[in-house]
């Protein structure tokens, strides 16, 4: 039996809701552990007035859909990407098996896996006048502004991507997108530097040849150690989806206009840069290189209790104990460094980490280090400036806004998204024209 048919078949399963404006009763279903919002609207005091709405600004308990591609327990530190445990696919997975896997919802064959990776690798190149308009931004642009505007322009490039009912055309966008993104990202990183850039290697695996085009310089052929390979591919792996977050959310309510997915997906970018968001991992290391030594961290500490700051890379929305991503960058983290060097910031970023998790002010309102408290460290031990790293969240984001965005398109419930509001404003003023007013 589904969660909806036993819903169905338990009468128990309701909330009866007495509103005391009116002494009326009303029988509201629970489904899946959710009440239907709509289903309040029918509790109104008069046929005149409108019916009763939810207020949750921040989404704080409010599900906006129902989705299978991941799942997380907030509360016992669980994420899973279609069902498997984030650690598993961490160690034993690649990038683009675990694109494969969120997007078409299981795991591929040898043949299906083989198509994928030829497919993703013969679409990284882009239209030879990206390269004009990349050119044209100034050259302290911040590569995140240049990502989301390029992936923005991608859809004057592909107007069939317009056609969103069309499974086969979907697809193409899909891949198209996860291909171009990390050309995209290592073009924006070359302009700041005023490098040329380069192009795509179809010889190399994703994750290096997104090296490559990041690093290469006269070589003939970049090769990169296979050690920082693979933890790039793990921190992509680890970022690659994260249910109802707020760039997710952002593409979804884009998305939900029926725009082309590369609108949609610019919209994410846009959200994934913000200090709250993807842009925390930027955030993160310049704190520590704001706190600098290890005996400014009890001031630095106290500032934050005090309400003067936050501790960037703590909290989160949904986990109320580890991040599971966090733990294994720890781990990553160790494999970059014995390859770069250990990165002097450390040293401050463990202190800071042993505190919080001592101290009550962190305790109470249970604060953990989040994914992006140590992927900074790692990122800039691969020499990226801070301006990069949300770059690299935003590639390893976008199978699972795509993924997101491809069940939201055949997900029969969803409608445009338009939240309500209670408005605050005056009513009925007269206008006096501007002649009149300035007389
Ligand atoms: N440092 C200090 N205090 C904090 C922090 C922090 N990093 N995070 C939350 N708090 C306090 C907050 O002041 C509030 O205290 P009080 O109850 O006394 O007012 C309480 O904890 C609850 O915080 P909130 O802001 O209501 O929680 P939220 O769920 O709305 O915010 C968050 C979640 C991630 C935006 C927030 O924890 C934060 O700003 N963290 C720092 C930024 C960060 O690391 N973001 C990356 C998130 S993980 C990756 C991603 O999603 O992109």
């Known amino acids: 039996m589904t969660d ?36 309040l609207g029918k509790i109104r005091v008069s046929d005149e007035q409108p019916g009763l709405a939810v207020y949750d600004p921040g989404f704080v308990n409010t599900a906006s859909c129902r989705s299978s591609v991941t799942y997380i327990d907030g509360d016992q530190g669980i994420l899973e990407y279609r069902g498997y445990p984030i650690e598993q696919l961490a160690e ?20 299906q896996y083989d198509a994928w990776e030829h ?10 006048n990206v390269k004009g308009f990349m050119h044209g931004f100034r050259y ?93 591919d793990v921190l992509f792996i680890l970022h690659a989806d994260h249910e109802q977050n707020c760039s997710t959310n952002a593409v979804r309510s884009v ?7 590369y609108s949609a997906v610019a919209a994410g970018v846009g959200a994934l840069y913000g200090p709250l968001h993807g842009g925390a991992n930027e ?35 949904v986990y109320k104990n580890y991040d599971p991503r966090a733990k294994i960058i720890k781990q990553a983290a160790d494999d970059v460094f ?54 690299l969240f935003a590639i390893g984001r976008t199978p699972g806004w795509l993924a997101q965005w491809n069940e939201l398109v055949q997900d029969k419930e969803q409608k445009i998204a338009r939240p309500k509001q209670i408005y605050t404003g005056d009513r009925t003023l007269d206008f006096v024209p501007a002649a009149e007013r300035w007389a």
Request: charged share 25%; aromatic share 10%; net charge negative.
């Open 92 to 111: 034993k997975s690649s990038f683009l098996e675990v694109a494969y896997l969120l997007i078409h919802g299981a795991l591929p064959t040898k043949e």
């Open 338 to 391: 014995e390859v770069t060097g250990v990165n002097p910031l450390l040293k401050i970023a463990k202190e800071l980490e042993k505190i919080a998790l001592e101290d009550e002010y962190f305790v109470k309102r249970r604060l953990y280090p989040n994914v992006d408290f140590y992927s900074g460290l790692i990122y800039e031990a691969f020499q990226f400036p801070p301006e990069m790293f949300t770059v």
């Open 140 to 232: 302290d642009a911040h590569p995140m502004g240049m990502l989301m505007a390029s992936v923005g322009a991608l859809s004057t490039f592909y107007p069939d991507a317009r056609n969103i009912e069309d499974p086969h055309n979907r697809h193409m966008q899909i891949v198209r997108m996860i291909a171009k993104m990390p050309t995209l990202g290592a073009w924006s990183f070359r302009h700041a530097q005023g490098k040329p850039f380069v192009y795509p290697d179809n010889e190399l695996s994703y994750t290096e040849n997104f090296l490559s085009m990041l690093f290469k310089m006269s070589e003939q052929k970049f090769e990169a150690d296979e050690r920082l390979v693979r933890a790039l």
């Open 255 to 261: 998305g939900s206009s029926q725009v082309d997915p």
């Open 283 to 317: 955030a993160v290391l310049r704190m520590l290189r704001r706190i600098g030594s290890m005996e400014n961290i009890p001031a630095f500490i106290e500032g934050v209790k005090n309400g003067n700051e936050r501790l960037m890379g703590f909290g989160h929305r």
């Open 119 to 128: 497919e993703i690798t013969y679409h990284t190149f882009v239209h030879e």
């Open 4 to 39: 909806v048919a036993a819903a169905a078949a338990d009468p128990a399963a309701s909330l009866t809701v007495r509103d005391n404006r009116t002494g009326n009763e009303y029988e509201v279903p629970i489904v899946d552990g959710t009440i239907r919002a709509a289903d």
